[in-house]
């Protein structure tokens, strides 16, 4: 992910008021160089805390946990496809 950033909405779970602001469930990818989303997924709840990156079988995937006041807790997994 050289030139991946991957980054969630956030959740309502840390704490604080809601207020105008409302926290969101879309999971995205930015590149680096020009903040261009180039990917993005909803993933149907808040996403308290940031993704991790970890091979399996030669294979890089993305996890992120996922949670909010009206989500149970949970995971999502992404693979990555391999760099052409």
């Known amino acids: 992910t050289g030139?991946?950033?991957?980054l969630g909405e956030?959740?309502?779970v840390t704490g604080g008021t809601r207020g105008e602001y409302q926290w969101g469930t879309m999971f995205r990818a930015?590149?680096?160089?020009?903040?261009e989303i180039v990917w993005e997924t909803d993933v149907g709840a808040g996403t308290p805390s940031g993704p991790m990156t970890y091979m399996h079988e030669g294979r890089q995937h993305i996890i992120v946990p996922l949670g909010d006041r009206s989500t149970n807790p949970g995971w999502a997994v992404f693979g990555l496809r391999p760099a052409a």
């Open 3 to 6: 030139s991946l950033l991957f």
């Open 10 to 12: 956030g959740s309502d």
């Open 30 to 35: 930015y590149d680096k160089l020009t903040g």
